[in-house]
């Protein structure tokens, strides 16, 4: 059974539609600027936003979301304007997208609906398209009353496949029940088999790229690892984690992992289904989080990325923020704010290669703090390390003595151990003193530079 049998999203396909979302009572934006994320993910999920429209309100009605003089006013535009489709800007129940849909005449797409649909059009792996269509299911089944009733006022509407009736809505629930366990199944399946891959891993620092949508992972990614990674202005371009070894300043190789974009309300849902591929991607040593640091909303996208990362239990995760397109920023004294929210954040454009020096100090410095320095001694016999050890850990020095290699090293503990197990040995106090000192004369062409930190 395909997904396209029992679900089917809406999608775009150039239809007009107008957006319309609740404001906090006083809030000075015009309605475009407050659904602006709308605007682009309407665009991403192919409709033509011909119109915005905001009601100032603490909190949704329950039964029709905006008030009802509203929802008239709504009803008029969409008249007016002969739009195909109303888009909400926040996720309705089944039973306000119902009223909304008897008064204007059209079919109302929530948010949920519209990420779906973009995560829908998106996915690649054949993981990613399981995860999406386990979190469409789940979208979909207290749903299926609405989309009959739609069916039987407008024949080969939208929704659900099939005749018609009550007991269709049961055959429906019951197909849906049964690919929702077969889906879950396969996705237990391939996660299993990821975690064997990833417990296989080469011990190696690792650095996973998180943030908010379209703050520019994927393209530093690009620039860091030439990934060929797709980069574009469209929202969730990314849904599959990707790891690409990335070869720092000074030659040590650490792993960089680019993950799916986070955002304002994610369907729950959806960050259900992708729980396992995020964690999966947060079992990393550092954290590079990032955002649009020329985006008016960039404070608060950092804030909900923290709460998505609190939710993945990756809140505490040791971080480096990085605030992009500075090609974008007029006056640098306009990330004063982001700054004080986050003092050690280093800002970048992926774009023109600013900041990047700053970036690569930043990531030494912060492995540097968090890895152990020891000094050991290869003994001739284990040379066959030399080359993994060059790239896997920082080398600070090296220097040559009849017994073997004496190397200042900082290393993961995992890395260290398996030297260890492979005959080095932690160098004694009388041999270290072998070693000369930094600058001393005489080190001459004995002592390499290493890694550096
Ligand atoms: N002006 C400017 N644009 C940038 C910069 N870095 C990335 N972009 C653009 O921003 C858009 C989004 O970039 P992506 O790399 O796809 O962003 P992402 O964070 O991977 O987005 P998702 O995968 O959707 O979460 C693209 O059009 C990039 O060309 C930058 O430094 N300056
Ligand atoms: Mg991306």
Known sequence: MKNENIVNTRSGHGTEAILFGLVPMGDPRTAAEALNELQLLAETADFVPAGCMVQHRRHADPHTYLGSGKLDE??????????????????LTPNQAKHI??????????RSELILQIFGMHARSPQAKLQVELAALQYEMPRLRRRWTHLERQRGGIGVRGGAGEKQIDVDRNLIRTRISSVSREIKRIEQHK???VAGRPDMFTIALVGYTNAGKSSLMN??????????????STLDTRTRPWRLPGGRTVLLTDTVGFLRKLPHQLVASFHATLQEALHADLLLVMVDGSSPEAAEQLHTVDEVLDSLDAGDLPRVTVLNKLDQVRDSSDLAPLWQIEPGAVAISVLRGDGMDDLHAAIQQHIAAVENRVEILLPHTSRYLLGEIRAKASVLSEFYTEEGCLMELQASPALLGRLLAEGARVAAADERAKAPAPNEPGTGDDR???GGA
């Open 448 to 450: 390499q530079p290493g």
């Open 101 to 110: 849909e008897a008064a204007i005449k059209v079919p109302c797409i929530d």
């Open 223 to 236: 620039r860091l690892t030439e990934a060929g990674v797709l980069a574009e202005n469209k929202l969730f």
């Open 195 to 197: 975690e064997r891959e």
């Open 74 to 91: 709504l009803a008029e535009v969409v008249r007016l304007a002969h739009s195909g489709a109303v888009i909400c800007d926040d996720s």
